[in-house]
Structure formats: C-alpha cells, structure tokens
C-alpha cells in the first residue's frame, strides 16, 4: 500500500476500506507517514467528506492507537458524557454525583482545559486534598465502592487522535463534521464507555454555528456509536451565552453544589436534568427521559445528590467541609463589580468573549506551562432577557492580578460583550434538537 495512492483516492472522492484507514493511522501513529501527507489527506476529507463506514473505521482505528480501558470489572452500563465545549459548562461536576445518586455508575476520565477556564480536572483540584491521578484498580474499585470516580485522562489515550488534532489545528482542517466526530469518539471508545450521551453546542464560541451544521456532527457521532455497538444520543443545545453564571475553577465548584442542593442557575440546573435523564435511560436506570428526569428532581430535593457529592470527594482523597463552609474554596486576591451602562434589557452576553475575560483574570490557560488561579473568574448577576438599571452590577470579576490599567481593559471588554437595549430581550433557546439512532427530534 502506497500513501499518495489513498490520498489520490479520496481526493477524487473514493471511499477507503478499513484496512486503508488502519494503514495510514498506524503509520501516521507510528511516525512511518509524515506529517504533509496527512495534512495532504486530511483536507481531501474536508472536501470529499467520508461515509459513515468510513468515519467509524477512522474512529476505531484512532481508538486503537493507544490504552483502551477495560471496565469490564465494573458492574453495571457505564453511560459517559461528554460537551463539545462551552463557556463556564460545569455539567460534567453535576452529572458525575447526581447519575451516581440515580445507580448509574459514572467512571470518568477528563481532561485539563485550555482557554476560558480550566477543564473538569483542574476545577476539582480546587478541592483540598482531591486526587485526580489513581491507577487503573483504585479506579475501578472507587467506582465499584461509591458509584463515581472522576480521574485525570491517562498519558496514552487516542495518541493517533492527538497527533491528527495537533495537525488540523494548523492545517484549517479542524472544522470536517467526520473528522470531528471521529476525533471525540474514539476518546470515549478508548475510555471504555458503554454508551454515549453528547451535548452538542451551537453558538458563537461553538465548532458549529448552525442548527442543521450541529445536527450534521450530531448524527455522525451517533451513527459511529451505532456502528461500534455503543449507543450514543446527542442533545443540541445553545451557548449564545454563558451557562449558569459561574465561570471559573473554584466559582464552578460552587455553583455546583449549588444546583446539586437544587439552587443553581436555571440554565444550567435544566440542561443537567436532561442530559442526566438520557444517562440514565442508556444505563438502564430508567424506561423513559421524563421518569429519568423525576427521578433526579427527586435526588436533589431529597439531599441524595449532594450527598453522593460529598462521598465522591471524600473518596479521593478529598476534604469535604468546603460543602458546608465554601469560603474554604479557594479565593482570588479580591474581587469587584461591572456595574450597568444603561437601563434597559440584556440582548446579549457574548458567550466567547466574557469566557476569554475570565481567562484573563487568570480563571484559565494560555500555554499549556501557564498557571491557573482557582480562585478567578466571572460571575454573572444577569441574563440575557433580565431586566436592569443602569448602575446596577451586571457581574462580579474575582482576580488577583492588581495592576488597574489590565483591569480596565478587561472591564472595558467585558462591557464590549453585553448589550442592554430598551426593548424587551427573551432568554435564547437552551436545547434545539435531540439526535438518537431513531432520528432527530427537534424541540
Ligand atoms: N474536539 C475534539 O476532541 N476533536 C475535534 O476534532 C474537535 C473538537
Ligand atoms: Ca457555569
């Protein structure tokens, strides 16, 4: 087999056979097919697209390119989670305790976050004590014992996946629906997950910026889970704006637990709901969406979910009495308020562009080497469709930085990323569509 022959092939929009796939992602793996020729590859499939065998070929053959968890060991249907990335998202922090709470186990592998804030794993470190690194049996056995372990990813999980990403991102192939699909699939395949529910976002900080766009991507994931026997749901949801109104390590924490004692945002409290229900129906903990969504109402009203919270942080290693006392949680040098140019309504609050102000408060990453303070961030006291007088505080920003121009401009950005008008705003849509293997229900 000869490279330049499968990319000619897909160039001229020729479907390669799974053999042609694993040849060209093991090599590639392996440092056999240099980088050009896959660049060269990769956007002859932007253009020519894949079919759905194809893309599913592609996912496994990256799923196979590194470690693949075996939870076979724990009982039960593990039902995974993942967003395709959002501005202050903080669901994965929910979901794990409260799925837990419902009998689902929840055995999580998540990752460090560059941009806005940081990634699940670096919001847990704000936790006292809390150990995000366990070998593969303390893993398995905190699961087995307590329903939920979240750890951080392992080094050799897809690295045919991290090599391809690394070469899109500079190449203007990132944005192929088959490509993308593939690229978080076979992250949750490797991981071992049984079954899949997908938040798919739409918005301006999101890869997709139109509903049929992310309908598209959400049936591609849905199909590779059909395909290699894992059920996979998508749920299509909205990041006009930020979620919740946290945005930031330790402030996420907080809110939460918030919405686990069942007092978070309604955003954020809703889209958990949901996506939680589905979790629950594909493990097996529920006959239908609306019996999974009342059952976790319940959990929280009845304590049970906060309660699963305090036993997961507990369990790794973590010191709870931050969830009676969250002024224990790590805090920033100090924090001040944006308060409201004028009166009027909130159209906007640009997803994008508030979640880029929290990193430069020093909520999130710019390099991988750069640091994250804990305790910075954003917090919203206002929604789009809220009603405010001018002079009222919009929001909250929680910094160390001190030097008061860089506060100015970032304030000033902020304040660029809101728009207040006289006539009445409503709050956008949370969820447009839900994508199973069924087909696509819009909402
Ligand atoms: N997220 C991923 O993990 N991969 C992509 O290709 C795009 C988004
Ligand atoms: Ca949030």
Redesign the pocket.
């Known amino acids: 087999m000869r490279t330049v022959d499968l990319i000619q092939k897909k160039r001229d929009g020729g479907e390669l056979t799974a053999e042609e796939i694993s040849f060209l992602i093991q090599g590639y793996a392996e440092g056999r097919i240099p980088d050009y020729q896959i660049a060269a590859w990769s956007m002859a499939v932007f253009f020519q697209g894949m079919t759905a065998r194809e893309t599913a070929e592609l996912t496994l053959a990256m799923a196979r390119s590194g470690d693949q968890m075996d939870l076979g060991s724990i009982r039960g249907v593990k039902v995974d989670k993942h967003s395709t990335g959002g501005v202050?998202?903080?669901t994965t922090l929910i979901l794990a305790p409260l799925v837990a709470a419902a009998g689902v186990p929840v055995a999580k592998m998540s990752g460090r976050g560059l941009g806005h804030t940081g990634g699940t794993i670096d919001k847990l470190e704000s936790i006292t004590g809390f150990q995000v690194e366990q070998n593969r049996e303390d893993f398995i056995d905190l699961v087995n014992k307590h329903g939920v372990a979240v750890i951080s990813q392992s080094g050799n999980i897809t690295p045919a996946d991290k090599q391809l990403y690394a070469l899109r991102d500079v190449t203007a192939t990132v944005n192929s629906i088959p490509l993308i699909a593939s690229s978080v699939m076979s992250k949750k395949i490797a991981s071992g997950a049984d079954a899949i529910v997908l938040d798919v976002k739409i918005g301006s900080g999101a890869f997709m910026k139109t509903i049929e766009d992310a309908i598209r991507l959400a049936q591609a994931m849905v199909d590779i889970g059909t395909e290699v026997g894992r059920e996979t749901v998508a749920v299509i949801t909205g990041m006009e704006q930020?979620?919740?109104?946290?945005?930031g390590n330790a402030l996420?924490i907080r809110?939460a637990m918030d919405t686990l004692r069942g007092q978070g945002p309604a955003d954020?409290t809703e889209l958990c709901l949901l996506l939680g229900a589905h979790m629950l129906v594909l493990g097996q903990a529920a006959l239908t969406v609306e019996e999974g969504y009342e059952e976790l109402q319940r959990l929280i009203e009845n304590g049970y979910a906060l309660k699963k919270f305090k036993e997961f942080v507990a369990a790794q290693g973590g010191t709870p009495s931050f969830i009676d006392q969250p002024g224990l949680l790590p805090s920033a040098g100090h924090s001040f308020t944006v308060t409201a140019p004028a009166s009027g309504f909130v159209h906007r609050l640009e997803a994008e562009e508030i979640g880029i102000c929290a990193m430069m408060l020093g909520a999130g990453r710019e390099t991988k080497q750069s640091a994250i303070d804990l305790g910075a961030g954003i917090v919203l006291l206002a929604k789009i469709g809220d009603v405010v007088e001018a002079g009222q505080p919009i929001a909250e920003l929680h910094t160390s930085l001190t030097d008061s121009s860089v506060l100015e401009r970032i304030r000033e950005r902020l304040l660029a990323a809101v728009t207040i008008a006289p006539e009445p705003a409503s709050a956008p849509p949370l969820i447009y569509a839900i994508v199973t293997k069924d087909g696509v229900k819009r909402v």
Do not use: K, V
């Not at 930020?242 to 945005?247: K, Q, T």
């Open positions: 202050g998202d903080t930020p979620l919740g109104r946290a945005i996420e809110e954020l």
